[in-house]
């Protein structure tokens, strides 16, 4: 029997690695090394596969038969590199080209750690790449500002060239009309400078991309800030974002009315296992789903701690955004035809529930009602609302995952059956 120690194992994925690594480095056999270590070589051969624990006792053995500190052994300075090779390897797999060997990162990171390091170093450049190019993309044809500084620029030029053809085309002009002309030159060049001057200056605070673009993304900020009240904070600058943020208080305080916080977070302590169902939820509780839902995402009682919050209007416009760890929104606006939220949009009152996968790999938990308002009487149209509570996936989830996305715009997906626009990051 080998005389490993069982206490306080060392549970990282790659100390079998490493000491295989080390045995390997120093041409010694594995009968040797667990002849030093008193343990059996098959044993030790479990151990370098990554498939037996190790304790601190049997640690500090095979750390002196291999004359290596133990602690050097027992590094988790790869468990972050690890991590990002598995989000490269996310990035990769809708790419044409062989599969990525996911079972294979542990194994090729303890191996070849300065060629792991380069690839993680360049998906990470490639990440903040990509990001940048998205950010400068959305500035440029979308921001109201450079829009109206860029007309501002174009009329000033064309103003000069047609008062500068007159003169050219002109020899014979009148003194009174080749003053006026002159002074036209004079007033549009320097027009045309102090725009270009301030365009400078605005398009170098594009480095600052915490200024919010538009009264959506105040709001937005206010919501990720924990909504301070009043609405008023400083946070809102504009009139608008003010009133948003107040009609939204408002609607709140009205789910908050039908569905008290101390009865949400009672129903979900009492309901066990049966917790991590919001339809289950509803039934305990006698309300509609819909409601639970916004409920559930608002509160985050219990093991909704985590979880995220996006609802819409019938046109797909968002009417609030909360975003769960690792569930990455893209700009107002914009959302994935895939995601659950329009899936049930498109089939009102029917309850759906999804186990998606963004572009990064991370899983999530999704369900998402929709629901038909007549806020104008039966006389009136019918309008739809919809709402999408999302949370990190359990490890027990096992259902198929559904490859989602932010937008067409940014994402890379290359054969998602519902692109409808070329993606900026790569063809398609």
């Known amino acids: 029997m080998p005389r490993s120690s069982h206490r306080h194992p060392v549970a990282r994925p790659l100390i079998g690695t490493r000491i295989r690594e080390r045995r390997l480095s120093l041409g010694r056999r594995q009968t040797e090394v667990a002849r030093r270590a008193a343990i059996s070589a098959a044993y030790l051969n479990l151990i370098e ?138 007033s549009d060049s320097q027009r045309l400078s102090r725009t270009a001057q301030s365009l400078v200056a605005y398009l170098d605070s594009f480095e600052d991309e915490a200024v919010p673009m538009s009264p959506r993304e105040e709001v937005e900020a206010w919501i990720a800030a924990g909504q301070p009240e009043p609405a008023e904070a400083a946070e809102l600058v ?111 009152q029917l309850p759906v529930a999804r186990l998606i996968e963004t572009t990064n790999g991370n899983r999530f938990a999704a369900w998402a009602v929709a629901e038909r308002l007549l806020p104008m009487g039966f006389d009136g149209p019918a309008l739809s609302r919809a709402q999408m509570l999302i949370r990190p996936a359990m490890s027990r989830d096992t259902r198929p995952p559904l490859a989602v996305g932010p937008a067409c715009r940014i994402c890379p997906r290359p054969t998602c059956p519902a692109r409808h626009e070329p993606s900026i990051l790569g063809p398609v």
């Open 49 to 186: 596969h990554n498939r037996r624990p190790v304790g601190e006792e049997l640690l500090t053995r095979l750390a002196e038969a291999l004359e290596i500190d133990a602690t050097e052994l027992a590094s988790d300075r790869e468990e972050a590199l690890v991590g990002a090779l598995r989000e490269a390897a996310a990035r990769a797999a809708d790419q044409p080209g062989a599969p990525v060997e996911l079972d294979q990162i542990a194994e090729f990171a303890a191996r070849f750690p300065g060629w792991a390091s380069a690839l993680a170093g360049a998906t990470r450049r490639a990440d903040a790449m990509e990001r940048r190019l998205i950010a400068l993309s959305d500035r440029m044809t979308r921001d109201p500002y450079l829009l109206a500084t860029l007309h501002e620029v174009q009329s000033a030029v064309t103003a000069l060239r047609s008062t500068a053809s007159i003169l050219a085309e002109t020899p014979e002009i009148e003194p009174e009309w080749r003053d006026r002309f002159h002074a036209n030159l004079d």
């Open 238 to 348: 504009s009139d608008a974002a003010r009133v948003m943020a107040q009609d939204l208080l408002a609607t709140q305080a009205r789910d908050r009315a039908a569905l008290p916080d101390a009865a949400l977070a009672a129903a979900v302590d009492e309901a066990g296992e049966a917790a991590d169902d919001p339809a289950l939820i509803a039934a305990r509780l006698g309300r509609p789903l819909d409601l639970v839902l916004r409920r559930l995402g608002m509160l985050r009682p219990g093991p909704w701690t985590q979880a995220g919050l996006v609802v819409c209007d019938g046109s797909g416009a968002t009417l609030f955004r909360h975003a769960a760890p690792g569930f990455e929104l893209p700009r107002p606006g914009e959302g994935c035809a895939l995601w659950p939220l329009f899936e049930a949009l498109a089939q009102p």
